[in-house]
């Protein structure tokens, strides 16, 4: 049933209303059980919900929608590999890319009483994952050994650029010294030439990543730097370029030899465990990817099998739907504490914004409510000195999610202790408040943050900390009763920015609107 004509909406609507008049210290001062009810550990995750602007009752109404609109079945189906990304007709499996060799997870009566045709399906995807994933890390281990390759340069866009980016930042402290890894997205050929200058090719192992094998900004990237390579005297394209794509024809036409397969059925965005995390294999090496895999799968296990109640990605991502639905708060921060995290948040806009910045049903039909929260952020201390202004004494109420490390990996003196004292402080000043009669000091408080706590940055939980936030936004996209796993919305400007390119080399400005018209005039 769509979330807005289930009973539980109709409650928490009222239940919305009543809520106007909810305060995060009188809910502390009045219930003492308060932070231990609505915190709990998930795999290499703590989470603390207890400061944000829910009581048990909304997490009550809160799984009573995710029940009514049919969460787990949704979920189960994703887990036995249907096709729930009805407008590509395909199944949703990046966590097949986690799960370890041999037979599909039996841990769910669901999967063993799937039809055989579907279990023997799943069955082969999975060897071929291992396959693959074998080959692969074979290859990172005979770049990490091949002392001649010192650059690693990552050619590939959003999906194909952001998670390994992030990945090869967040794992810094395990990557292997003595390579550089170097990540280009942009058309603006500003970037790519910034790179080229430190290279030199001999030296240069060139990873073109795109799943369709035909994305402007990766395909006019890759072609400058093989015509680069080539101009540098370079030869052998076959040891210094590697492919990592779905569409394998493509990558031979274009010339290269070396490719490393996916599937389908892996979205963009859910694809650092495939094929296109290369550059994390060669960063952190082969024990660490399986590490990685291993952290995200321990967290697939705990989405499929922990209770509603006790099951983080479900909580989080009810929680997220609360937000934008019920009390109207059309954004969230993210606050990484740890500065190898920087890219992280620009990871995350990607997974919830084009998952579900959707305006319609998974049937097509206009959605009367709100979708995907806007995600921002930046780590802290950084973003206490430039916007937490806002977040604090603005007229808008942004919940923050804080994400720390316990245990750092330097042994600077004072500074972890500093960082940490600094999220914790924040977390509590948004609640807490502050009374000014004057105005200016006063800060209302009532300021809702989640706190995410991960005993170490290493690639296990890091693999944890992702797969929660895929399966958050899975569980929001699900009540929404959207496709999550499609992306029509970036269509509509490919198609207009090659019609725009044809003009800007012609000067036809014809048939353009006059802005249009007038700004195509100024370029040319
Ligand atoms: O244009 C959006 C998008 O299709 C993303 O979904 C995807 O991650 C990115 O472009 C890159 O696509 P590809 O990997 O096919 O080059």
Not at 352 to 366: H, I, P
Request: aromatic share 8%; with cysteine; charged share 20%.
């Amino acid at each position: 049933m769509r979330c807005d004509h289930t009973p539980a909406w109709q409650a928490l609507q009222s239940h919305a209303t009543a809520f106007r008049r909810f305060d995060l210290r009188d809910a502390f001062a009045s219930d003492t059980h308060r932070a231990s009810a609505l915190s709990q550990s998930a795999p290499h995750v703590f989470a603390d919900l207890s400061k944000n602007h829910t009581d048990t009752a909304t997490e009550a109404l809160l799984l009573a929608l995710a029940e009514q609109t049919g969460l787990a079945a949704h979920r189960d189906a994703m887990f036995r590999g249907e096709p729930i990304n009805p407008t590509e007709g395909r199944a949703v499996m990046h966590w097949l890319l986690r799960q370890p060799p041999g037979p599909p997870p039996t841990v769910r009566a669901e999967l063993v009483e799937a039809p055989p045709t579907v279990r023997a399906e799943l069955v082969e995807a999975l060897a071929q994952v291992h396959t693959t994933l074998d080959a692969m890390l074979a290859y990172a281990e005979q770049i990490r050994a091949d002392a001649q390759i010192t650059d690693v340069v990552n050619i590939g866009i959003g999906g194909s650029d952001l998670g390994p980016q992030m990945a090869v930042l967040a794992l810094q402290d395990f990557v292997i010294p003595g390579k550089r890894f170097h990540f280009v997205s942009n058309v603006d050929g500003h970037e790519l030439a910034a790179v080229l200058k430190t290279l030199r090719a001999e030296n240069t192992l060139f990873l073109i990543a795109s799943k369709t094998f035909t994305t402007l900004e990766t395909m006019t990237n890759a072609r400058s730097a093989l015509a680069w390579f080539r101009a540098q005297g370079g030869r052998d394209v076959a040891r210094h370029f590697a492919a990592l794509t779905t569409h394998v024809e493509a990558a031979a036409e274009f010339g290269i030899r070396t490719t490393f397969g996916f599937w389908d059925w892996v979205g963009g965005r859910y694809s650092m465990w495939s094929a296109i995390g290369l550059p994390v294999a060669i960063a952190i090496g082969a024990t660490g990817f399986r590490d990685l895999l291993a952290g995200a799968h321990a967290m697939d296990q705990h989405f499929q099998t922990a209770p509603l109640a006790h099951n983080l990605p479900v909580r989080l991502g009810l929680l997220d739907v609360w937000y934008r639905n019920f009390l109207n708060y059309t954004s969230r921060s993210i606050a990484p504490y740890h500065s190898a995290l920087r890219r992280l948040p620009a990871y995350l806009q990607q997974l919830e914004m084009e998952s579900n910045g959707k305006r319609v049903d998974r049937t097509g039909q206009t959605l009367p409510y709100g979708t995907s929260p806007v995600l921002w952020g930046e780590p802290g201390t950084n973003g206490q000195h430039a916007y937490f202004q806002m977040l604090h004494q603005g007229t808008d109420v942004v919940p923050l999610e804080f994400i720390a490390v316990k245990k750092p990996t330097h042994g600077l003196k004072d500074h972890h202790e500093l960082l940490l004292a600094n999220a914790i402080a924040q977390a509590q000043a948004l609640m807490l408040g502050q009374e000014d009669p004057g105005g200016h000091r006063h800060f209302t408080g009532n300021r809702p943050s989640t706190f995410l706590l991960l005993d170490a940055l290493t690639p296990a939980s890091l693999g944890a900390l992702i797969a929660l936030q895929e399966h958050r936004v899975f569980v929001s996209g699900s009540v929404w009763g959207i496709n999550s796993f499609d992306q029509w919305g970036v269509e509509l400007g490919k198609v207009l920015a090659r019609d725009i390119h044809a003009r800007i080399v012609s000067g036809d400005a014809s048939g353009l609107d006059a802005s249009t018209a007038g700004l195509l005039g100024r370029v040319r």
